[in-house]
């Protein structure tokens, strides 16, 4: 049975929706094949899973402001990871122990139910702060009844703790959360369960001076722990690094540990840590394994705190989206992102260029233009410099092994920003997903990915290839159809 106050919330969410549906749907720069909120902020992807065949992904909701505060829990699902369904409201911070915020957790199968954790929170304003996790199951995956609180906050940390992340292991459960001990150092931290509701506090995983780390930030957020060809992988998103060389340039960062885990004794060895991704906006990643084995991922397209009022959709009630669906793998040294194979269904007939050289020169090719297109870019030589100009707005270029994104600054507009990566062995292929406001770069098959909006003229589709020096490469472009929303 839902509560008074949970049909109020969801009641007057769904009005919001009513009330500025036609300036969403009419905004230029809204998206065509990426999920975006109905109407307010979205942030994390929670509750990934397959369940029954049907992908679900749920999503941190802010829906009455562009801001972030009492969060709901969105929801879409999908047969094939490319025709969606909106569905219901799934969760609202209609309880006491979630009042301030459901915010972001994860989603596991047991005995046919689909199991919700998430964290409640409560930010103080009425009460001590606090950060519990708590739970939801569902017999159909779209109706929620909560369960309430299932583990309070364990001496030693602060209020922020939050974040679980849920899988099994043999026949125990393990959950993995985000916090911040007393001493603000990020940690992630470990539980076990035998059925779900009881929980054992088992410790620290890792964190910041732990083991071989250094400092390492003050909060780590939305870790997710999962086996990738036969490396045990911490994902997280550590906040308060410095900017290092061409390394941690966004606000908050994102990105994992690989080694070998024993998640009981708390043993994990483990690499550096490593950023997934080199763009403007990515944060919050999470992942789920399905039916087909995939370990799949999906991010949030932007970054906390990191101007998101500056993006111009704010004044159509939206803002931020989710990226596409991505494929992970282990690639013996590090994980490679590749879009999921179903997407090829959105394309068009492809065009294809072979063979184009460019030397000394700035060219437009023909047909290779548009505002919702994939393109696949291979190397064939290039010796000196390699640019993408899109839309009079962003540049992609590649020169000394080093490939750089650069778009106009989001808050000092007369500024240009830049991220970066280096590219040892050199640049073999380009695949760029452009989406309206978006675009997701995978750079020699996905080793590194640039993950960012942008927000071109609306109906400026001219892209156009400089070399300096001589590039030949072999260029393949499809329209996008975009998602078949119900
Ligand atoms: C990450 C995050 C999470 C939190 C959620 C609240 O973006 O701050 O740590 O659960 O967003 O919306």
């Known amino acids: 049975m839902l509560s008074e106050r949970d049909l109020e919330l969801k009641s007057l969410a769904e009005q919001e929706i009513e009330k500025h549906k036609e300036t969403v749907a009419t905004d230029p720069y809204r998206l065509n094949y990426h999920h975006m909120p109905p109407v307010g902020l979205m942030n994390d992807p929670n509750g990934l899973i397959q369940w029954r065949g049907v992908y679900h992904l749920f999503y941190q909701w ?22 969606w369904k909106h569905e219901k409201i799934a969760l609202a911070p209609s309880d006491t122990f979630d ?16 199991y919700l954790f998430y964290t409640g929170n409560l930010d103080g304003k009425n009460g001590p702060e606090q950060e519990n996790q708590c739970l939801a199951v569902s017999e159909d995956g779209v109706t929620f009844e909560k369960k309430g609180v299932l583990i309070e906050t364990p001496e030693g940390y602060t209020a922020h703790f939050r974040d679980p992340k849920v899988w099994k292991q043999g026949d125990i459960w393990y959950m993995v959360v ?74 908050y960062q994102s990105g994992y540990f690989a080694g070998e885990m024993n998640e009981h004794n708390l043993q994990f060895n483990h690499s550096e840590f490593r950023e997934l991704d080199r763009g403007f906006e990515f944060y919050a990643p999470q992942t789920t394994v399905d039916e087909k084995g995939r370990r799949i991922l999906f991010g949030w397209m932007g970054v906390p705190e990191q101007y998101e ?63 919702s297109i994939e393109l696949n870019i291979e190397i064939d030589q290039l010796n000196e410099m390699f640019a993408i100009e899109l839309f009079q707005y962003a540049s992609l270029s590649y020169k000394d092994r080093i490939l750089t994104l650069s778009r106009p600054h989001l ?76």
């Not at 009042?99 to 689909?114: K, P, T």
């Not at 499809?478 to 929303?485: C, I, P, T, V």
């Open 309 to 371: 009022q500056e993006h111009p959709t704010i004044e159509k009630h939206w803002v931020h989206c989710m990226t596409i669906p991505r494929e992970l793998t282990w690639n013996g040294e590090k994980i490679t992102q590749t879009p999921v194979e179903e997407l090829s269904a959105m394309r068009g007939p492809v065009l294809l260029h072979s063979s184009v050289t460019i030397e000394n020169d700035q060219k437009a090719i023909r047909g290779i233009q548009g505002r």
């Open 178 to 251: 985000g916090a911040q001990s007393e001493d603000h150092q990020g940690k992630a931290v470990m539980f076990s369960s035998h059925d779900l509701h009881n929980w054992e506090h088992l410790g620290t995983i890792a964190g910041s001076k732990e083991g071989r780390n250094g400092e390492l930030g003050f909060m780590w957020e939305c870790p997710d722990i999962f086996e990738l060809g036969g490396k045990d992988i911490l994902m997280v998103c550590p906040q308060g690094l410095e900017s290092d060389g061409m390394n941690y340039a966004n606000t």
């Open 62 to 83: 802010m829906p009455f402001d562009t801001t972030h505060g009492a969060k709901f829990w969105g929801h879409y699902t999908s047969e094939n990871l490319v025709n």
């Open 411 to 486: 808050e000092e507009r007369s500024k240009t920003e830049f991220r970066r990566v280096g590219l040892g062995e050199g640049l073999r292929n380009i695949r760029l997903f452009i989406d309206r406001s978006s675009l997701e770069v995978f750079v020699n098959d996905g080793e590194e990915v640039f993950t960012s909006r942008i927000f071109p003229q609306p109906e400026e589709e001219h892209i156009l290839f400089t070399s300096l020096g001589s590039t030949t490469f072999s260029i393949e472009k499809w329209d996008l159809n975009g998602y078949q929303y119900e």
């Open 99 to 114: 009042r301030d915020g459901v915010y972001s957790g994860s989603a596991i199968s047991h005995e046919g139910r689909l």
